[in-house]
């Protein structure tokens, strides 16, 4: 069966970096895009980035561009989400989900909780 | 790109039908027939009820139907039961960014 599991959240100050992992099984993960979606405590959904399955394209929201980059390791199953200049508002609960294009996704991690604050 | 449109909260006696709107623009919900519905309980991650406007994966139960008129679109549930009780989204392919979801409603079963 589908299992995405999220890893590497934590609390950080403003201004630093963190980098969460989704290490994906159960289906061929070099063959399906894939989306990071972030949920704020109390909040709704919102998409953050999405990556092409080979890589080659990606896309963001305007709340984290140029300061979140998508990438993936194929040959090891797992997407990755670099977080540089981190704020405040980027505290959430991120969730790695199936691209199942163009469909919204299908399956969804249990997500990795980030907390921005000093 | 800004969030879908839905009402906050929807609520209704057990055995009732109740409808959720999801209201977007010709460039997400109105141009294309990719919207999802998704239902998250608490602590929970959100699991895929409806696909491509009205159907339903494999495990769904009937209860649950979906269709769209224009730029809006709708998730009714059916006989309405307490495990019926959570938030739901609504999602949908855009030509302006990759996805878009619904601002999300609290469904309260009385």
């Known amino acids: 069966q589908v299992q995405l599991v999220e890893s590497g959240g934590g609390m950080v100050q403003p201004g630093k970096s963190l980098r969460l992992s989704c290490a994906a099984s159960?289906?061929?993960?070099?063959?399906?895009?894939m989306h990071w979606v972030r949920q704020a405590p109390g909040k709704g959904l919102e998409w953050v980035a999405v990556?092409?399955?080979?890589?080659?394209?990606?896309s963001y929201a305007d709340s984290v561009k140029g300061r979140f980059t998508i990438s993936r390791d194929n040959s090891k199953n797992t997407l990755f989400l670099e977080m540089n200049s981190l704020r405040a508002e980027d505290t959430a609960l991120y969730y790695c989900?199936?691209?199942?294009?163009?469909?919204?996704?299908?399956?969804w991690g249990q997500g990795a909780l980030v907390t921005v604050s000093s | 790109q800004s969030a879908l449109t839905q009402p906050a909260s929807v609520s209704g006696s057990p055995g009732q039908s109740i409808t959720i709107s999801c209201t977007g623009t010709?460039?997400?919900?109105?141009?294309?027939?990719?919207v999802s519905w998704y239902q998250q309980h608490p602590g929970k991650a959100p699991k895929l009820m409806i696909y491509?406007?009205?159907n339903r994966p494999s495990g769904i139960s009937n209860r649950f139907s979906g269709s769209k008129s224009g730029d809006t679109a709708s998730l009714t549930i059916a006989g309405l039961q307490a495990e019926d009780e959570a938030d739901y989204y609504c999602?949908?392919?855009?030509?302006?960014?990759?996805?878009?979801f619904g601002t999300g409603t609290k469904v309260t079963v009385l």
């Open positions: 989900a199936r691209m199942w294009f163009p469909n919204p996704p299908d399956y």
């Open positions: 159960g289906f061929t993960f070099s063959t399906f895009g």
């Open positions: 990556i092409w399955s080979d890589g080659s394209k990606k």
């Open positions: 010709n460039s997400d919900v109105g141009g294309y027939n990719y």
């Open positions: 491509e406007v009205s």
């Open positions: 999602s949908s392919y855009t030509s302006i960014s990759a996805l878009v």
